[in-house]
DNA sequence: TATCATTCCTACTATTCAAGTAGGAATAAT
DNA sequence: ATTATTCCTACTTGAATAGTAGGAATGATA
């Protein structure tokens, strides 16, 4: 799959969103994510249709997520924004059987994509910035790390 | 990682080439594998600049497969077309966490991509061409298939 | 009720990248 | 010489992404 600016775009205003506790603006948003303040917005909004964010209009409004952190995986996220990738164009009889393999790479980066959450991510954020507190340290993200908002 | 209408025309070009036993026109190539002819020589020069293939220039030239199909990997094919794919812009530091993601996505990619070689897609193939020989039956694309070019 | 800050919506422009083409030079067989 | 092929650079075109514009709808506040 390909992971475009949009994409990036709105996997990083999810994760505003997930650390946050309150409603946050577009502006913000925008600001902090250093994302062009009118992409933001349309962006915010295809997220916000597709059931993922929810809003509210007006002074004091914002966005805010529909689940929480831990809920929502990243491929949840990708599948929105990258929309239905076009099917790729016919094979050639002869070229035939490779489509079983785009087919088995494409469900591998899913599986990966399916399992790690918002959460997650953050999680695996958190135990960056204090660097390796213990030498063994943290390999895998746990799944079940985040679960309100704050 | 993209898979370009230049990749998938390589890559049944190198299968073609795999199951030749003499060298092969650019002209034939592009006909069995319904590859715009011109956009086939180019493929061609493009995969022979980087030593996957061979040729001979003249009548009577042609193309061939620079080592045997079991040494080939369609790793090998795909890093040529899809070449030093541009690195994703600058992340926000708070999407930083990301890129540990989309590198895992790579490495995984690449490892299966990494293990299949043209002899293993060609196996697979002629695999299917029988249907169902035994019950349960080819899961698994042995690695260790052709050798030779026939 | 007026005002203002925000989200919401459609449609447009610009930029980039992949796909495919063009024209011919170099080489080798006959 | 002629002809069939590979080889090479550069160009054109089409589609998709990135980003913008203009304003309507909503809701809080005074
Ligand atoms: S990145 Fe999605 S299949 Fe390769
Ligand atoms: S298809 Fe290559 S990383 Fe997704």
New binding site residues.
């Given amino acids: 799959m390909?992971i475009?600016?949009?994409?990036q775009?709105a996997l990083g205003a999810m994760l505003a969103l997930a650390v946050a506790d309150s409603p946050?603006?577009?502006?913000k948003i925008a600001v902090t994510q250093d994302i062009?303040?009118?992409?933001c917005?349309?962006i915010?909004?295809q997220l916000?249709?597709a059931g993922l964010i929810r809003?509210?209009?007006?002074?004091?409004?914002?966005?805010w997520l529909a689940r929480p952190p831990g809920e929502i995986a990243l491929a949840d996220v990708i599948r929105v924004t990258?929309?239905a990738?076009?099917a790729l164009?016919p094979f050639s009889p002869a070229a035939a059987p490779l489509a079983e393999i785009w087919d088995r790479l494409r469900s591998q980066e899913d599986a990966l994509l399916s399992e790690i959450t918002l959460a997650d991510v953050i999680a695996s954020r958190d135990r960056h910035q204090d660097r390796d507190r213990s030498s063994g340290n943290g390999q895998d993200v746990p799944s079940d790390a985040g679960r309100g908002m704050s």
Same sequence: chains 1, 2.
Wanted: no cysteine.
């Fill in positions: 390909r475009s600016a949009r994409t775009y946050v603006h577009a502006e062009p303040r009118r992409f917005d349309n915010l909004l916000r249709r809003s509210q209009r007006g002074p004091d409004g914002g966005y990258e929309g990738e076009q164009r």
